[in-house]
């Protein structure tokens, strides 16, 4: 089994088994959101796209963020902890990221394509490794100029290291999350748009027993999540 990196960038070349990553924090909150019991989490690129497919899909609520902050008039923001004793239960999400989303969205040529975070990396493995892909690509979805994007970076470290067979100490992958540079910004304590709860959320490893695969329903780009 070959193993691939990819971007935001390149992302669109990418075919076969693609695994699109975004520990801080899209696809942290999506498995959050399954774990409160929404049913499915259709992904899209822009807030025009996500309003349009609200009034498509009555009830369906609004999930996602912009440069990290809250979209006005969406039902729900970016951050994990935000379900706590919430019920969602049968619900229908749509979710718009800046990085989470688009690289699902621009991974258009995969033939098997899954979403995945660190509280569920476990099981992503674990579900390559039942396949056995000839190829599995990574798409880094945080990388930026000035360092940005190790947190995935690591993510994709530690999914490759199971479906190798190995079982790695996970410390030194979630040290990395803490010091990358979107890690750093929710240490701050003078942060209120980036709380340290979320970073805790997010390195709350294997925290799920499901993947969250995405296929094509009807045009709309599905996410749901599988128990494994």
């Known amino acids: 089994m070959k193993f691939f990196r990819t971007t935001l960038e390149t992302c669109e070349n990418a075919n076969g088994m693609v695994v699109v990553i975004d520990v ?31 009034e498509r899909i009555p009830g369906s609520l609004l999930m ?8 006005p008039g969406f039902d729900f923001g970016n951050s994990p902890p ?45 579900y390559i490794k039942s396949l056995s892909p000839s190829e599995v690509t990574f798409v880094i979805t945080g990388i930026r100029p000035g360092g940005w994007g190790d947190e995935d970076a690591a993510c994709a470290d530690y999914i490759q290291s199971l479906v190798q067979g190995n079982n790695p100490d996970p410390s030194p992958y979630l040290t990395r999350v803490q010091n990358s540079a979107p890690g750093q910004i929710f240490l701050d304590p003078n942060n209120d748009d980036y709380p340290i709860k979320d970073l805790e959320y997010s ?26």
């Open 24 to 54: 801080l924090r899209a696809f942290t909150t999506a498995a959050y959101a399954f774990h409160q019991g929404v049913e499915d989490i259709r992904l899209v690129s822009t807030i025009d796209e996500a309003i349009n497919l609200k």
């Open 64 to 71: 996602g963020e912009v440069d990290g902050l809250p979209i």
């Open 82 to 126: 935000q379900f706590d004793k919430i019920d969602l239960e049968g619900e229908h999400l749509i979710q718009r990221t800046t990085s989470g989303t688009q690289g699902v969205v621009r991974s258009s040529n995969a033939e098997e394509l899954l979403a995945a975070s660190f509280c569920n990396a476990r099981k992503t493995s674990e």
């Open 203 to 228: 390195l709350h490893i294997n925290r799920f027993e499901f993947i969250m695969p995405v296929g094509r329903v009807n045009g709309d780009l599905l996410m749901i999540a599988r128990d494994l």
